[in-house]
C-alpha cells in the first residue's frame, strides 16, 4: 500500500520561502515518477512540478518554475517542493502524487497519477 504523506505546510507571509516534503512507503520510488499539485479554494487542482526519479527529468507549471523548484532524495523517499518569493495567490493544499513508472512525458492531469497524498495547507498572507 502506497502512503504519501506531506510536511511542511503553514502561514507564511508574501515573500518568504518554504520547504515541503513528502515522504512516501510501501514502495521504493526510485523508479517512479512524483510530483506536486495544488488546490485553492474555489479552484481545480493544479499542476505545479514533477520530476523522474530515475534521472532527475523534472516538468514544471509555466508560471511557476521561476519561483518552485521539485527534488527528490531517493535514499529517504522523500520528494520537495522548495517555494520561494511566495505570493497570496500560491495559498492553497498542496498535494504530493506518485506515479509507478517513469513518464516520457511528465503529465499534468490530476487523473493520470496513481496515488494522492492528503495535502498540506499553505497559506500566504499579504
Known amino acids: 500500500q502506497v502512503q504519501l504523506v506531506e510536511s511542511g505546510g503553514g502561514l507564511v507571509q508574501a515573500g518568504d520561502s518554504l520547504r515541503m516534503s513528502c515522504t512516501g512507503s510501501g514502495r521504493t520510488f526510485d523508479k517512479d515518477t512524483m510530483g506536486w499539485f495544488r488546490q485553492a479554494p474555489g479552484k481545480e487542482r493544479e499542476f505545479v512540478a514533477g520530476m523522474n526519479s530515475i534521472d532527475g527529468s523534472t516538468r514544471y507549471a509555466d508560471p511557476l518554475k521561476d519561483r518552485f523548484t521539485i527534488s527528490k532524495d531517493n535514499a529517504k523517499n522523500t520528494l520537495y517542493l522548495q517555494m520561494s518569493s511566495l505570493k497570496p495567490e500560491d495559498t492553497a493544499v498542496y498535494s504530493c502524487?506518485?506515479?509507478?513508472?517513469?513518464?516520457?512525458?511528465?503529465?499534468?492531469?490530476?487523473?493520470?497519477?496513481?496515488?494522492w497524498g492528503q495535502g498540506t495547507q499553505i497559506t500566504v498572507s499579504s
Open positions: 502524487v506518485q506515479r509507478p513508472f517513469y513518464s516520457v512525458v511528465i503529465p499534468t492531469r490530476p487523473g493520470s497519477w496513481d496515488h
